[in-house]
């Protein structure tokens, strides 16, 4: 497809466990974020890749959560030692570059249910 | 703390009338503005944005205005339809950095 795909869409997963969740950025997009939505809450940054540059990790919430760009494409988000606090929509984004002027584009995003 | 804020959680309007959105922020680095639609179960989809160096962008029914002095932007869109009925997110970010700040949303409603 031409958008931002992410997999799985939805995930159900015991307190305690790891999950790992992918994004697969438009193709050509340089730029790739992680966001996640709380319920009522708005999209809260969690870490930006530009090429082959050192990832902006700022927003990562804890050192359980981390991510990793493979070949300047497809991301994966891994949550360890799930809390149930971790229990939201994490949305993928991508852009053409780093320019502000490029709106990011996102994915419908896989909802993450923590028991 | 809460540095993109907008304090209407919804809005119901009128097909054919004028749908007005609002958004404050805090941060005085912040220098680009966007807001973004979303549909339930869908990623959000980027609709219109504005640099400080403006204080007007129009695209189509869609129009934003910043009061920097104010730290305000609001959306307008006219006339509203159906179709339009979504929740609106105000962004915002920083010059040098890429990540968006996003206020909690405006779910708004087109009512026929």
């Known amino acids: 497809g031409a958008g931002v795909s992410q997999s799985p869409s939805n995930k159900v997963t015991e307190k305690g466990k790891d999950v790992e969740l992918r994004c697969d950025p438009i193709?050509?997009?340089?730029?790739l974020y992680w966001y996640r939505q709380s319920l009522g809450q708005g999209l809260e940054f969690l870490i930006y890749f530009q090429g082959n540059s050192a990832p902006d990790k700022s927003g990562l919430p804890s050192d359980r959560f981390s991510a990793e760009r493979t070949g300047g494409s497809v991301s994966t988000l891994t949550i360890q030692r799930t809390q149930q606090e971790d229990s939201a929509v994490y949305l993928c984004?991508?852009?053409?570059?780093?320019?502000?002027?490029?709106?990011?584009?996102f994915g419908d995003g896989t909802r993450l249910s923590i028991l | 703390d809460q540095q993109v804020k907008q304090n209407s959680p919804s809005l119901s309007v009128q097909e054919g009338r004028i749908s007005i959105l609002n958004c404050d922020y805090t941060n005085s680095m912040f220098d680009y503005f966007l807001w973004y639609k979303k549909y339930p179960a869908e990623g959000p989809t980027f609709l219109i944005s504005i640099s400080s160096i403006k204080d007007k962008n129009e695209d189509g029914r869609f129009t934003v205005f910043l009061n920097k002095s104010a730290k305000h932007l609001s959306l307008h869109i006219v006339p509203s339809q159906p179709g339009d009925s979504a929740v609106y997110f105000c962004?915002?970010?920083?010059?040098?950095?890429?990540?968006?700040?996003f206020g909690q949303g405006t779910r708004l409603t087109i009512n026929p």
């Open positions: 984004a991508s852009s053409p570059g780093a320019g502000r002027g490029q709106p990011q584009h």
């Open positions: 962004a915002a970010s920083e010059e040098g950095a890429q990540k968006l700040v």
């Open positions: 193709s050509g997009h340089t730029a």
